[in-house]
């Protein structure tokens, strides 16, 4: 196991996850931002995750040999072509499946949808909203640990891209977050603390993601896909409907776009710079 590499990974999952605070900071200057403004930053982040998990994650997924843990070495190319495939297919529907379950069962809730899951009379709303908040930067934190994979000098560009961009939607998603609390009665420094603090788990999902791989490399393709799943499955249900359902959809249409081409920006011209660097 390379702790240094596992080191690398968890650090650049925590400072992907602190940038939520540095979304939040808005709350000591602003007493309010519009629905509009909250749903377009909503939407730059869906974009980002969305390209973040098509080229980051699915791309490299699908083109990793068999020498870089993707598959057997199979004597048919195209047996280990459907096996790679497979492993995708298969680790795309897991990480999907894998949060479906736990935003059913984990008592949460959203401020448009309200709550979801098994809801606890016991636990407050703010820790209700925090929980959601956590469900969905789990993924985030998880696919910046699978991205830097075995720790070689591509899969480390590839992973400071990911967190760059991970750190990048995290930004909109602290104001987005902060905000709407600051109109429920919370104080600023509480809506920033609650912002900061569901970024925090992002460095946990790491940690499981950049280990997994790092002990058993074979289970690398499976675990970017997993990590892709997980966030197109938050991006489709939890940002997309939440930032859709009201009259300016069209311009958060715009907002996913720019996000996603963004993403695919850093991810091909970001990517192979830091390689040379590094």
């Known amino acids: 196991m390379d702790w240094n590499i596992i080191l690398i990974g968890t650090l650049a999952s925590l400072g992907a996850g602190l940038a939520t605070g540095l979304g939040a900071l808005p709350v000591f200057f602003k007493k309010n931002i519009s629905d509009k403004a909250l749903d377009l930053l909503l939407g730059f982040a869906a974009g980002v995750m969305l390209a973040a998990s098509a080229f980051s994650l699915l791309v490299p997924a699908l083109n990793l040999s068999a020498e870089d843990g993707g598959a057997p070495n199979f004597n048919s190319e195209n047996l280990q072509n459907l ?21 059913r069962w ?14 606890s009379k016991r636990l407050a709303a703010t820790w209700l909203f925090i929980i959601a908040i956590t469900i969905h930067n789990f993924p985030e934190g998880l696919a910046v640990g699978v991205s830097f994979g075995g720790g070689d000098v591509s899969q480390i560009a590839m992973g400071l891209v990911v967190a760059i961009a991970i750190g990048l939607q995290n930004i909109p998603e602290g104001t987005a ?9 919370y104080s600023k420094k509480k809506a920033f603390l609650i912002a900061t603090f569901t970024g925090i788990v992002e460095p946990v ?3 499981i993601g950049v280990a997994v791989v790092n002990i058993a490399r074979f289970f690398l393709g499976f675990g970017m896909a997993f990590a892709a799943g997980a966030m197109i499955f938050v991006v489709a ?35 192979p710079v830091l390689t040379t660097i590094l």
């Open 237 to 271: 249900d939890e940002i997309i409907p939440e930032t859709h359902g009201k009259e300016h959809s069209r311009q958060v249409t715009f907002g996913i776009i720019f996000g996603f081409v963004i993403m695919m920006f850093l991810d091909n011209f970001i990517e």
């Open 83 to 103: 096996w790679t495939v497979g492993i995708v297919v298969i680790g795309v529907l897991a990480g999907a499946f894998f949060i479906d379950i736990i935003d």
């Open 106 to 119: 984990a008592p949460h809730e959203h401020f448009v949808k309200g709550p979801e899951g098994k809801v």
């Open 205 to 207: 999902g790491a940690f």
């Open 177 to 185: 977050v902060a905000m709407p609390l600051l109109r429920e009665g």
